[in-house]
């Protein structure tokens, strides 16, 4: 055992004097390209003194970076995680200036400017020489993976033997993505899961197929498609009354909004309540990079812990620490940030160039948005479950956020994002790879939230945004441009008509207001909420009328819109179209008449909306292109989701053969409380710490109901 040891000590100096002389020799050849970086005296030193100088000062600068910066960046914990991404390359500039003052030599200095390129570029060809000189053993590859860890637990009893579970969220990839992704072999990981064959089981790849090990499961979302009620039901298993991604709450006149830390923090307490347990993860559970923590005891990256008061153990931003404590990681990320801003500038610069149709703007801070998404909180996320397995949690939750940001800028198909799932498929290799070196067996399970859909935007296409025309059909101003556009005419045309009389101008031009507090009109994806925030109650289809007369009809007959649901004194709830159509809820499946175009399951996704208390005086879902697949979001997102519409509501549940099917032949897997129901199911079959939730409370017989 102590020549063991030995060995292990003695290759482990021999990679640290490895480093040591390439990082000297880097910053000899440094010196003699940069004008601003010198090693020698203004009058000259021989070829030794200027190596005993660059030796030294490599040196120090790599004992500054393992003892200072760790420090620094734990004082930085109050920064924005978008600024302390930025001010990696001036920390460890700074350092580079230190180390070089405190040199015994006194021969060296360099301008700050260069201090920065100087530093970067040692800290990135030392983090290669490790990583070369280590790829071959081993013993010193689980070493640096264990230093990815932010929490091990060096004491307490011996890790289980039984299986650990994985959930890794690909956030926004849908099935059908997944599938073309998989074809196109830009994701060889999953391919090789699924045995590098079609997952709709057509003929494989020529060659011999490798023997599967996981199996792909379509599964439809809620109405509402995106992360917030996806998640929640998935985490917490209920998304009850989340009707959208942003909604009105008349009882409280808030708006909610599923990525503002109060309002998750408040929809995770009416989950847990609604629930009776604290959610998915309570048994030994970590949750790193999602909006909910699932009742885990290690959450970082958690933006329902962001806005209370956060222990050392839950604070949100506690993910970062472990990360960018190791210099080399900072550096690395920090360049791959800087990269991804110039590939989204060369890549909307080319589309606009190249005139592609659809296209939103792309400036402002967006490329830094999109580079820290797709880089540090990637990076971040997927060291933190690397720590997460090293240290044998039971179950771990994590959401990957890359692909979404980028397909609402850039579309679900297309180049850009093609190279996202690529990026990601790589992550998932380097995940698998760490299971192996994990203390136990662990089973990885990947899933999405939702999909997205194509299409160009509601304000490209008519020239006004919803909200435009929801003024205009209630007689209120509008913007000039909005008046000038076909839509607007109409509108005015219906309220003119509505209240049978010729409506006065005023002096400006405008008419004058309607009655009563403005129209509250919120946006999510091609989902539409319109309240009246001066009536307490949901208002119903016949006080909407009485009040504006011409507003129901001027949405519902609109070509843009596919569908309205308002509540009525009459039916109990209705949904509206073109044409006068007016369809009871209680008929739809009789009748769906404008919900046809939404396929199976939109009649149950709307009916169970309805009853929700906080569900908006009209919801409003685009029109659907079932041919393309296309849908108008009425936010500035050429890549949508939330509503109904095409492939945003057809997620994917890739799961382990040794897990038992989600789902029953002939019973189709809806709704996120039902992969909440699922994934529950699979964590009891690893027969490890259960979380406290009775069988006949999980209501098995919603698992059998059948497409």
């Given amino acids: 055992m102590r020549g063991v040891r030995w060995r292990r000590a003695v290759s482990q100096a021999g990679r640290s004097v490895a480093v040591w002389a390439v990082s000297t020799l880097t910053m000899l050849v440094l010196a003699g390209i940069l004008p601003d970086f010198r090693l020698q005296s203004p009058d000259g030193d021989s070829a030794t003194t200027i190596a005993m100088t660059a030796a030294v000062g490599a040196g120090v600068f790599g004992v500054l970076s393992a003892l200072v910066w760790p420090l620094l960046v734990r004082l930085l914990l109050l920064v924005p995680a978008l600024v302390l991404g930025l001010l990696v390359f001036f920390l460890n500039g700074s350092l580079l200036l230190l180390a070089l003052r405190l040199n015994p030599s006194g021969q060296s200095e360099a301008a700050p400017e260069t201090a920065v390129i100087v530093a970067a570029v040692m800290s990135a060809v030392a983090s290669a020489t490790g990583a070369a000189l280590a790829v071959r053993d081993d013993d010193a590859y689980r070493r640096r993976l264990y230093r990815l860890a932010d929490r091990r637990r060096r004491s307490g009893p011996a890790c289980p033997a039984t299986h650990g579970a994985v959930f890794l969220q690909l956030d926004g990839v849908g099935h059908d993505v997944l599938v073309t992704a998989v074809r196109k072999g830009l994701m060889p990981t999953v391919a090789r899961w699924l045995g590098d064959a079609p997952a709709d089981g057509g003929p494989g790849a020529p060659g011999s197929a490798p023997r599967a090990t996981h199996r792909l499961t379509l599964w439809r979302t809620d109405w509402s498609s995106q992360t917030g009620a996806s998640q929640l039901g998935i985490l917490h298993g209920s998304n009850h009354d989340v009707p959208a991604f942003r909604w009105y709450e008349k009882d409280t006149g808030e708006v909610m909004v599923c990525n503002r830390p109060t309002s998750a923090a408040e929809l995770q307490r009416r989950a847990v309540e609604r629930t009776g347990d604290g959610g998915l993860l309570s048994a030994d559970g970590a949750s790193r990079g999602n909006l909910f923590g699932g009742g885990a005891d290690e959450q970082a990256l958690v933006l329902s812990i962001a806005a209370g008061r956060r222990s050392r153990e839950t604070r949100s931003r506690a993910g970062y620490f472990a990360y960018f404590s190791d210099p080399a990681n900072a550096v690395r990320t920090a360049l791959s940030f800087v990269a991804e801003v110039v590939r989204e500038i060369g890549q909307s610069t080319r589309a606009r160039l190249r005139g592609d149709r659809p296209r939103v703007g792309r400036g402002g801070l967006y490329p830094f948005v999109r580079a820290f998404a797709t880089v540090v909180e990637r990076d971040v996320v997927v060291a933190a479950v690397m720590g997460d397995m090293l240290a044998g949690r039971s179950a771990v939750y994590a959401d990957l956020v890359a692909y979404d940001e980028v397909a609402h800028h850039s579309g679900p198909l297309g180049r850009d994002t093609e190279q996202v799932l690529g990026r990601l498929d790589r992550a998932l290799a380097l995940i698998e790879t760490v299971a192996e070196h994990a203390p136990r067996p662990y089973r990885i399970v990947v899933l999405s939230d939702h999909g997205q859909s194509p299409g160009e935007t509601f304000r490209t296409r008519y020239g006004l945004t919803l909200a435009d025309l929801v003024r205009a059909g209630c007689g209120l101003p509008v913007p000039r441009r909005a008046e000038r556009t076909h839509s607007g005419a109409e509108a005015r045309a219906a309220v003119r008509a509505a209240l049978r009389r010729p409506v006065e101008k005023t002096a400006g031009g405008r008419e004058p207001s309607g009655r009563g507090s403005e129209p509250v009109v919120l946006a999510s994806g091609n989902l539409g909420l319109i309240s009246f925030p001066d009536v307490p109650h949901r208002m119903s289809k016949e006080e909407i009328d009485a009040r504006h007369p011409a507003l129901l009809s001027t949405l519902a007959n609109h070509p843009g819109v596919g569908f309205l649901l308002v509540r009525s004194e009459e039916h109990g709830g209705v949904v509206l179209g073109a044409h006068g159509a007016q369809i009871p809820l209680d008929r739809l499946d009789e009748t769906p008449g404008p919900l046809a175009a939404f396929g199976p399951g939109a009649a149950d996704a709307v009916r169970r909306t309805h009853t929700f208390p906080h569900t908006a005086d009209i919801m409003v879902n685009s029109s659907h292109d079932p041919a393309d697949g296309e849908v108008l979001a009425f936010e500035e997102q050429i890549g949508s989701h939330g509503g ?59 698992e059998e109901r059948a497409a």
């Fill in 644 to 702: 109904l519409g095409g492939a945003q509501a057809r997620p994917f549940l890739l799961s382990p053969l040794a897990l038992s099917a989600p789902a029953a032949d002939g019973v189709e897997l809806v709704g996120a409380e039902h992969v909440h129901r699922v994934l529950r199911r699979w964590l009891r079959e690893s027969d490890g710490p259960q979380v406290p939730l009775e069988t006949a409370r999980e209501e098995p017989a919603r």
